[in-house]
């Protein structure tokens, strides 16, 4: 699956080889939120449900600024909830484009509780979704390839193959 660009030596993979590809930096997002009351059950903890939509929509921002296109989700891996997060915590989440195949991209997103007042960070969630490019028809579309740049990409960018190679042999047995 490694397209590699002969004249610049750069480390390109996926999407469409005729539309310039974009490095995971340029489309990173970083969204930040307090949480407040209304985000929460009687007990003072987030609802699961309140940070998976943040994550969904952080992840779609990251895969709309690197396809440049509408995106809807496809899937989203089991989220698993590693500590609660409270009222008046500052959530921060950071998505990451990790790969990209002809209209699909896979984004992952990071999520962290900040106690405002003591600077105490806990990491409380990571999920992977993968969404799909749109054109203005509304049909999915040719996505630009990924170059990756360091280990730390190329890891990231193996890591999704395999959950990726997953999910197809899942939808194949469900049909």
Request: proline share 5%.
């Amino acid at each position: 699956m490694l397209e590699s660009s002969s004249q610049s030596g750069l480390d390109v993979r996926g999407g469409d080889p005729r539309l310039a590809g974009k490095r995971a930096a340029e489309s990173q997002m970083t969204l930040s939120q307090q949480m407040m009351p209304s985000d929460a059950n009687p007990l003072g903890n987030v609802h699961g449900g309140e940070i998976m939509k943040l994550i969904d929509g952080t992840g779609a921002l990251a895969a709309m600024r690197h396809a440049r296109r509408p995106v809807v989700t496809i899937t989203m891996d089991s989220v698993s909830f590693l500590s609660p997060v409270r009222v008046g915590q500052l959530l921060t989440l950071r998505g990451s484009v990790n790969w990209v195949g002809k209209t699909a991209l896979e984004v992952g997103v990071r999520v962290e509780a900040e106690d405002p007042i003591t600077g105490e960070i806990t990491h409380t969630n990571s999920a992977y979704a993968v969404y799909v490019a749109l054109d203005d028809l509304g049909k999915p579309c040719s996505v630009p390839p990924l170059i990756l740049e360091t280990d730390e990409d190329r890891r990231r960018w193996e890591e999704a193959e395999a959950r990726q190679s997953i999910r197809l042999q899942r939808s194949r047995k469900k049909s």
